[in-house]
């Protein structure tokens, strides 16, 4: 049992670095291009 909650806990970790990444490169967009450049869906 111990297995499957270090194996959610990994996928956690990386869907959190995921969503991180993905604010920031959608911030650094909007800074370049003006808001609006991107919408979330």
């Known amino acids: 049992m111990p297995a ?4 959610k806990n990994g996928q956690d970790k990386v869907i959190a670095a995921r969503n991180k990444n993905l604010d ?3 911030q650094q967009i ?3 291009y003006g808001d609006g ?3 979330r869906l």
């Open 4 to 7: 499957k909650n270090i194996e």
């Open 37 to 39: 450049a991107i919408m």
């Open 24 to 26: 920031l490169a959608i």
């Open 30 to 32: 909007a800074k370049d």
